[in-house]
């Protein structure tokens, strides 16, 4: 029988968190992930960098100007204080909130990882749930891309952060949860991204590597990404085959349902699991 750590690792996009027509956040996604979100689960949310512009946007009339990095930089810094704020709001006061800001630097290294793996435990028997979000405000890309260079020089298995899909698959590597829940923009996976008909509901196998030769296969059908500066659905699937080495079931859906309901099975969905 599985030992699991955690009940839940979940992860949602920014473009879940925001109402994109009317310029604003969607507090009804807050309010509904808030309500479900107890110790034993970890939240990995995107959001920082759209939800600060949207706030300075609110607060001063118009975006920011000027060099890219420096605007992610000032957005991220002032989005993550309103992302944080959300949850807080909506989740039950008995229980604590705390924010953990990572960089692909935690993750490849064995001493950081592990410290990270210790909080998180921490965080169950004191009644805690994690909020984990890529720390942008303090990560150039000129530098990061310098870092995971000198990283490759060395080593094979380098963690590049690329967005939090990734994110939750690292954190499900060292902390071994029982689910990955990934929210997005769609029902699932779909054979042709053009079809809704095509909505792959399960994914299943004998044992792990049967599972991961189909998550291969299902690939093969993935093209595009939902906007700019996303991956799409075939990197998700890559990151998603670690989980699934390690007895993780990971479940991909669409942010208009409940964590319950994706996780019992009550909506459309994608299930990759060990029969």
Not at 61 to 80: F, R, V
Not at 158 to 182: F, G, H, M, Q, W
Request: charged residues 30%.
């Amino acid at each position: 029988m599985a030992k699991f750590d955690f009940d839940i690792v979940g992860k949602i996009g920014s473009m879940a968190l925001i109402r994109e027509t009317e310029n604003d956040i969607n507090y009804n996604v807050f309010s509904r992930i808030g309500k479900e979100l107890r110790p034993g689960m970890i939240w990995v949310s995107s959001g920082a960098v759209e939800i600060g512009r949207l706030d300075y946007i609110k607060r001063r009339g118009a975006e920011l100007l000027g060099d890219e990095s420096d605007i992610m930089t000032d957005y991220a810094a002032q989005g993550q204080t309103v992302l944080m704020e959300e949850y807080r709001r909506f989740i039950s006061s008995q229980y604590s909130v705390r924010q953990l800001l990572i960089e692909h630097t935690h993750f490849n290294d064995e001493e950081k990882r592990e410290h990270i793996k210790q909080f998180l435990l921490r965080c169950v028997s004191q009644g805690a749930i994690p909020i984990v979000n890529y720390n942008d405000a303090v990560c150039a890309e000129e530098n990061r891309r310098w870092e995971l260079s000198n990283l490759k020089a060395i080593k094979n298995d380098v963690v590049e952060c690329i967005d939090n899909d990734e994110t939750a698959a690292v954190i499900c590597s060292i902390v071994k949860p029982r689910y990955l829940v990934i929210f997005t923009s769609a029902y699932g996976i779909y054979r042709d991204p053009k079809d809704p008909e095509t909505l792959v509901e399960a994914v299943e196998g004998k044992d792990a590597l049967e599972v991961i030769e189909a998550i291969g296969e299902l690939q093969n059908c993935c093209s595009g990404k939902s906007r700019n500066n996303a991956n799409g659905a075939r990197l998700k699937l890559e990151f998603i085959k670690e989980p699934i080495k390690q007895g993780t079931t990971v479940i991909i859906a669409s942010s208009k349902y409940k964590l319950s309901e994706a996780i019992d099975g009550t909506c459309k969905r994608t299930i990759f699991r060990v029969r």
